[in-house]
């Protein structure tokens, strides 16, 4: 029996010696081919991977369970607005050949225009955030819960900028979703898309970030505004048309972005979608909450990838030493960059020791502060790496926080209704007055004090606060043509008509 066991021990020691010498010259082997082992070839540190990292292995559902019930169902109604001019139309043979001969007809009468999208409730109590292009031009929003209750919401304020916007719903205790951090949000990381495709409501699917920081991701869209920030999530996760102002989630049910668009052909999903990051949706949210309107600080410069460079200007780009960041190709006036010693040609890389490898995540990261804030700016300039310190501004050149824009601030000018008998003596059913002007639009275009205005863009005006909804609205579209078209009269009963250009 002794024998049997120190026979059994020298076979298992022999073995485990055997195996030793074994791996030891395949190691050894692996080392002098040197072409055998990828790790060290290319100078990897070794991993493992973690068993519960596999896809078939990753629950969706707590995460969708959560997120559905702050997901709501955004209606948006614009009132049809009727042209002042006539609605009874002559047929062509009455023109012609005499009443009687032919008729008339009636203009139809123009139908309201209704959008659907969805929100994100944020508070308790009430606040959403959604797409600006979701609720742009509304006159009544409604918003319907996952439980089917319905409210009537207030817009707070929008950005079209980055087409956000802030409503709010009188509503208490109210199923919220928690901001997620999309800075650290990683390419391959697994989202949900939360919204209502198609007035599909509380609909979920699933998908990867396919990138980060994309921008200029509709390039032939038609007029953009220079301060428009794309850095968009790109993910492949479904979203089509009613999905805009729901949530992009990752797996632990916390919001990481706003889906905004989809790049189609078609109009539906193709296989790529955007979402505006949850760092700038709570900076926008907040301001909107705060001031009313954003609080945008800039750096006064013009910038271009260096990827374009090298394709427009390739004899500037082959003599940088970095291929990546924001080219600096001139200043604006006033500009904080200029004064604060960054030049043009210099390279910038990183903002506060966030590195940026784009014009767009340059634009992310200025987009994250206020006038007033000063930041950190890495910059390349030749050979030489610098790191600049810049008092942010906003677009007026100062550090003054901004108010919401409304109608007397912006136009510089003061307003009243007509009284009854006013209105009787002019022969008019409608109609305001200029009270006073101060610098403004309406000095630059020459209105001045006593004009009474009619119509604004064909749109009959009976008191202040229709005027302020009608350029409120106005100032609230995503579009570059923002003019006020004004009909009216002064006191002697001389008529003007005057064009009034909103553009900043």
Same mark, same amino acid.
């Given at each position: 029996?002794?024998?049997?066991?120190?026979?059994?021990?020298?076979?298992?020691?022999?073995?485990?010696?055997?195996?030793?010498?074994?791996?030891?010259?395949?190691?050894?082997?692996?080392?002098?081919?040197?072409?055998?082992?990828?790790?060290?070839?290319?100078?990897?540190?070794?991993?493992?991977?973690?068993?519960?990292? #596999?896809?078939?292995?990753?629950?969706?559902?707590?995460?969708?369970?959560?997120?559905?019930?702050?997901?709501?169902?955004?209606?948006?109604? #614009?009132?049809?607005?009727?042209?002042?001019?006539?609605?009874?139309?002559?047929?062509?043979?009455?023109?012609?050949? !005499?009443?009687?001969?032919?008729?008339?007809?009636?203009?139809?009468?123009?139908?309201?225009?209704?959008?659907? &999208?969805?929100?994100?409730?944020?508070?308790?109590?009430?606040?959403?955030?959604?797409?600006?292009?979701?609720?742009?031009? #509304?006159?009544?929003?409604?918003?319907?819960?996952?439980?089917?209750?319905?409210?009537?919401?207030?817009?707070?304020?929008?950005?079209?900028?980055?087409?956000?916007?802030?409503?709010?719903?009188?509503?208490?205790?109210?199923?919220?979703?928690?901001? !997620?951090?999309?800075?650290?949000?990683?390419?391959?990381?697994?989202?949900?898309?939360?919204?209502?495709?198609?007035?599909?409501?509380?609909? @979920?699917?699933?998908?990867?970030?396919? #990138?980060?920081?994309?921008?200029?991701?509709?390039?032939?869209?038609?007029?953009?505004?220079?301060? =428009?920030?794309?850095?968009?999530?790109?993910?492949?996760?479904?979203?089509?048309?009613?999905?805009?102002?729901?949530?992009?989630?990752?797996?632990?049910?916390?919001?990481?972005?706003?889906?905004?668009?989809?790049?189609?052909?078609?109009?539906?999903?193709?296989?790529?979608?955007?979402?505006?990051?949850?760092?700038?949706?709570?900076?926008?949210?907040?301001?909107?909450?705060?001031?009313?309107?954003?609080?945008?600080?800039?750096?006064?410069?013009?910038?271009?990838?260096?990827?374009?460079?090298?394709?427009?200007?390739?004899?500037?780009?082959?003599?940088?030493?970095?291929?990546? !960041?924001?080219?600096?190709?001139?200043?604006?006036?006033?500009?904080?960059?200029?004064?604060?010693?960054?030049?043009?040609?210099?390279?910038?890389?990183?903002?506060?020791?966030?590195?940026?490898?784009?014009?767009?995540?340059?634009?992310?990261?200025?987009?994250?502060?206020?006038?007033?804030?000063?930041?950190?700016?890495? $910059?390349?300039?030749?050979?030489? =790496?610098?790191?600049?310190? @810049?008092?942010?501004?906003?677009?007026?050149?100062?550090?003054?926080?901004? =108010?919401?824009?409304?109608?007397?601030?912006?136009?510089?000018?003061?307003?009243?209704?007509?009284?009854?008998?006013?209105?009787?003596?002019?022969?008019?059913?409608? &109609?305001?007055?200029?009270?006073?002007?101060?610098?403004?639009?309406?000095?630059?275009?020459?209105?001045?004090?006593?004009?009474?205005?009619?119509? $604004?863009?064909?749109?009959?005006?009976?008191?202040?606060?229709?005027?302020?909804?009608?350029?409120? =609205?106005?100032?609230?579209?995503?579009?570059?043509?923002?003019?006020?078209?004004?009909?009216?009269?002064?006191?002697?009963?001389?008529?003007?008509?005057?064009?009034?250009?909103?553009?900043?």
């Amino acid at each position: 029996m002794k024998n049997v066991w120190k026979l059994f021990v020298v076979i298992t020691l022999a073995g485990i010696v055997s195996a030793g010498i074994a791996v030891g010259t395949y190691s050894y082997l692996n080392k002098k081919n040197g072409n055998n082992n990828v790790t060290e070839v290319f100078n990897q540190p070794v991993r493992f991977a973690a068993i519960g990292s #596999a896809a078939e292995n990753t629950d969706f559902t707590q995460a969708a369970e959560n997120s559905v019930h702050a997901v709501v169902h955004i209606k948006s109604t #614009a009132k049809a607005v009727s042209s002042s001019r006539s609605q009874r139309y002559v047929d062509p043979f009455e023109f012609f050949f !005499g009443p009687g001969n032919g008729g008339s007809f009636q203009r139809p009468e123009p139908q309201p225009r209704t959008g659907f &999208g969805s929100g994100v409730i944020i508070s308790t109590d009430g606040y959403i955030v959604t797409n600006n292009h979701v609720v742009e031009g #509304a006159d009544e929003i409604s918003v319907s819960l996952n439980d089917n209750k319905s409210y009537t919401a207030k817009l707070i304020g929008a950005d079209p900028e980055t087409d956000i916007a802030l409503i709010k719903i009188e509503a208490k205790d109210l199923s919220v979703m928690p901001f !997620g951090d999309s800075e650290k949000l990683k390419v391959g990381e697994w989202v949900l898309a939360v919204g209502n495709p198609f007035n599909l409501t509380s609909t @979920v699917t699933a998908g990867i970030v396919s #990138a980060k920081g994309r921008g200029n991701v509709f390039p032939n869209a038609g007029s953009r505004s220079q301060m =428009k920030v794309e850095s968009f999530i790109q993910t492949d996760a479904a979203v089509n048309p009613g999905n805009s102002g729901g949530a992009l989630v990752n797996t632990k049910g916390e919001l990481v972005g706003i889906n905004t668009a989809i790049y189609s052909e078609t109009g539906n999903f193709a296989g790529y979608s955007f979402a505006v990051p949850i760092s700038i949706v709570s900076k926008v949210a907040t301001d909107l909450k705060q001031y009313g309107t954003v609080q945008r600080a800039i750096l006064g410069v013009t910038i271009q990838d260096i990827g374009v460079l090298q394709q427009v200007k390739p004899e500037v780009a082959e003599k940088l030493k970095v291929t990546e !960041g924001a080219y600096v190709t001139g200043f604006s006036e006033r500009s904080s960059a200029k004064g604060a010693g960054i030049e043009e040609g210099d390279v910038i890389t990183a903002i506060n020791d966030v590195k940026v490898k784009n014009v767009s995540q340059l634009q992310e990261q200025i987009s994250l502060y206020s006038p007033g804030n000063k930041v950190k700016v890495s $910059v390349q300039r030749g050979s030489d =790496k610098k790191i600049i310190t @810049v008092d942010l501004k906003n677009r007026q050149g100062n550090t003054d926080l901004l =108010k919401s824009s409304s109608a007397a601030e912006l136009l510089g000018a003061a307003f009243v209704p007509l009284e009854e008998a006013k209105l009787k003596q002019y022969g008019i059913s409608s &109609g305001i007055q200029v009270s006073g002007v101060t610098a403004g639009k309406f000095k630059e275009v020459g209105i001045t004090k006593g004009y009474i205005i009619m119509l $604004v863009n064909e749109q009959k005006i009976a008191s202040p606060e229709e005027f302020d909804s009608i350029v409120d =609205k106005i100032l609230r579209t995503s579009s570059d043509d923002k003019v006020l078209f004004i009909k009216g009269f002064y006191p002697n009963g001389k008529a003007k008509y005057y064009a009034v250009d909103l553009n900043e």
